[in-house]
Protein backbone atom coordinates (compact mmCIF):
# COMPACT_ATOMS: atom_id res chain seq x y z
CA UNK A 1 0.00 0.00 0.00
CA UNK A 2 2.49 2.50 1.07
CA UNK A 3 4.96 1.50 -2.30
CA UNK A 4 1.40 2.01 -4.68
CA UNK A 5 1.02 5.80 -2.47
CA UNK A 6 4.77 6.54 -3.02
CA UNK A 7 4.19 5.59 -6.95
CA UNK A 8 1.12 7.53 -7.51
CA UNK A 9 2.50 10.94 -5.31
CA UNK A 10 6.05 10.30 -7.71
CA UNK A 11 3.53 10.46 -10.79
CA UNK A 12 1.72 13.37 -9.37
CA UNK A 13 5.05 15.36 -8.63
CA UNK A 14 6.41 14.49 -12.22
CA UNK A 15 3.49 15.44 -14.36
CA UNK A 16 2.34 18.77 -12.33
CA UNK A 17 -0.98 19.82 -12.38
CA UNK A 18 -1.42 18.16 -16.31
CA UNK A 19 -4.76 17.75 -17.42
CA UNK A 20 -6.45 20.15 -15.15
CA UNK A 21 -7.75 23.58 -16.11
CA UNK A 22 -8.33 26.42 -13.69
CA UNK A 23 -10.82 28.68 -14.68
CA UNK A 24 -11.25 31.68 -12.93
CA UNK A 25 -15.19 32.63 -12.22
CA UNK A 26 -17.03 35.94 -13.58
CA UNK A 27 -18.13 37.12 -10.08
CA UNK A 28 -17.69 35.76 -6.47
CA UNK A 29 -20.68 33.41 -5.09
CA UNK A 30 -23.81 35.40 -4.22
CA UNK A 31 -23.26 37.73 -7.40
CA UNK A 32 -24.25 38.16 -10.99
CA UNK A 33 -22.34 39.55 -14.10
CA UNK A 34 -24.56 42.74 -15.83
CA UNK A 35 -23.74 44.06 -18.64
CA UNK A 36 -23.21 48.03 -19.94
CA UNK A 37 -25.56 48.61 -22.14
CA UNK A 38 -24.18 50.08 -25.55
CA UNK A 39 -20.57 48.97 -24.20
CA UNK A 40 -18.48 45.80 -23.32
CA UNK A 41 -18.05 46.73 -19.89
CA UNK A 42 -19.64 44.61 -17.02
CA UNK A 43 -19.82 44.15 -13.20
CA UNK A 44 -21.06 41.88 -10.79
CA UNK A 45 -23.85 42.47 -8.59
CA UNK A 46 -25.08 41.19 -5.41
CA UNK A 47 -27.72 38.65 -6.17
CA UNK A 48 -30.45 40.54 -3.25
CA UNK A 49 -29.76 44.13 -5.77
CA UNK A 50 -30.63 44.91 -9.49
CA UNK A 51 -28.25 45.92 -11.87
CA UNK A 52 -27.21 49.74 -11.35
CA UNK A 53 -28.00 52.47 -13.91
CA UNK A 54 -27.05 51.93 -17.15
CA UNK A 55 -26.26 48.15 -16.80
CA UNK A 56 -28.61 45.58 -17.87
CA UNK A 57 -28.73 41.53 -16.77
CA UNK A 58 -27.57 39.13 -19.71
CA UNK A 59 -29.95 37.23 -21.79
CA UNK A 60 -30.93 34.35 -19.94
CA UNK A 61 -28.53 31.47 -21.59
CA UNK A 62 -26.29 34.01 -22.99
CA UNK A 63 -24.54 34.50 -18.94
CA UNK A 64 -20.82 34.66 -19.12
CA UNK A 65 -20.07 32.28 -15.97
CA UNK A 66 -16.09 31.84 -16.43
CA UNK A 67 -13.28 34.12 -17.60
CA UNK A 68 -13.05 33.01 -21.54
CA UNK A 69 -16.00 30.91 -21.75
CA UNK A 70 -18.28 31.11 -24.84
CA UNK A 71 -20.30 34.12 -24.01
CA UNK A 72 -17.71 36.06 -21.94
CA UNK A 73 -15.50 36.07 -25.42
CA UNK A 74 -18.84 36.74 -27.07
CA UNK A 75 -19.91 39.56 -25.44
CA UNK A 76 -16.05 41.08 -26.01
CA UNK A 77 -17.88 42.08 -29.36
CA UNK A 78 -21.73 42.46 -28.60
CA UNK A 79 -23.66 44.32 -26.61
CA UNK A 80 -27.54 44.84 -25.97
CA UNK A 81 -28.81 48.23 -27.28
CA UNK A 82 -31.29 50.46 -25.01
CA UNK A 83 -34.35 48.10 -26.27
CA UNK A 84 -32.59 45.10 -25.01
CA UNK A 85 -31.59 43.74 -28.76
CA UNK A 86 -28.37 42.54 -29.31
CA UNK A 87 -26.23 44.18 -31.30
CA UNK A 88 -22.58 44.65 -32.62
CA UNK A 89 -20.25 46.22 -30.26
CA UNK A 90 -19.36 49.63 -30.90
CA UNK A 91 -15.78 49.74 -29.19
CA UNK A 92 -15.24 46.32 -30.83
CA UNK A 93 -13.47 47.73 -33.77
Avoid at 47 to 53: G, R
Wanted: charged share 25%; with cysteine.
Amino acid sequence: MAAALASAAAVVALTGCAGVEYREDICSSGEYPALSVGGTGSVCVSDKQEPPAGFVRYPEGKVPRQVDDKWDVYWNTHTLDKDGNIIDAPDAG
